[in-house]
C-alpha cells in the first residue's frame, strides 16, 4: 500500500497554468502505476492521464490531450500533472491514484478501479 499526498492546486484565471503534484510513501513509487482522476459537483469521476511505473508510456482523455503533461519523479517519490491552457471546465478536485505494478500496468490504465490507492485530492479552479 502507498500513501498519496497531492498538492498544487489553487484559484487561476482561464488559460494560466498549474503543476500539481503527487507525493508517494510508504512504499516504492517504481512499484506502481500513476493516474489523474478529477471530479465536478455534480459529475462523476473521470479519468485525466494515466503513466507506466516508468513513465515511459502515457495516456490522456480527449478533454485534455495536447494540454496536460503526466510525469513522475521515481527518485523523488513523487509524481505530476502539468496543466497548461486552463480552461472553466477543467474546475475539479483531481485525485492521483496508484496501482501496483502488474501485467494490467504494461499499459496506462485510464479505469478508475484499476488503482487502489488514492490521494485526498486537491482543488483546481478556473475562472473565466
Known amino acids: 500500500q502507498v500513501q498519496l499526498a497531492e498538492s498544487g492546486g489553487g484559484l487561476v484565471q482561464a488559460g494560466a497554468s498549474l503543476r500539481l503534484s503527487c507525493a508517494a510513501s510508504?512504499?516504492?513509487?517504481?512499484?506502481?502505476?500513476l493516474g489523474w482522476f478529477r471530479q465536478a459537483p455534480g459529475k462523476e469521476r473521470e479519468f485525466v492521464a494515466a503513466?507506466?511505473?516508468?513513465?515511459?508510456?502515457?495516456a490522456y482523455s480527449d478533454s485534455v490531450q495536447g494540454r496536460f503533461t503526466i510525469s513522475r519523479d521515481n527518485l523523488k517519490n513523487t509524481g505530476y500533472l502539468q496543466m497548461n491552457s486552463l480552461k472553466p471546465e477543467d474546475t475539479a478536485i483531481y485525485y492521483c491514484?496508484?496501482?501496483?505494478?502488474?501485467?494490467?500496468?504494461?499499459?496506462?490504465?485510464?479505469?478508475?478501479?484499476?488503482?487502489?490507492?488514492w490521494g485526498q485530492g486537491t482543488q483546481v479552479t478556473v475562472s473565466s
Open positions: 491514484a496508484a496501482a501496483p505494478v502488474s501485467d494490467s500496468t504494461a499499459q496506462p490504465l485510464d479505469i478508475a478501479e484499476e488503482y487502489e490507492d
Open positions: 510508504g512504499s516504492p513509487f517504481s512499484s506502481y502505476a
Open positions: 503513466t507506466t511505473w516508468s513513465g515511459s508510456s502515457t
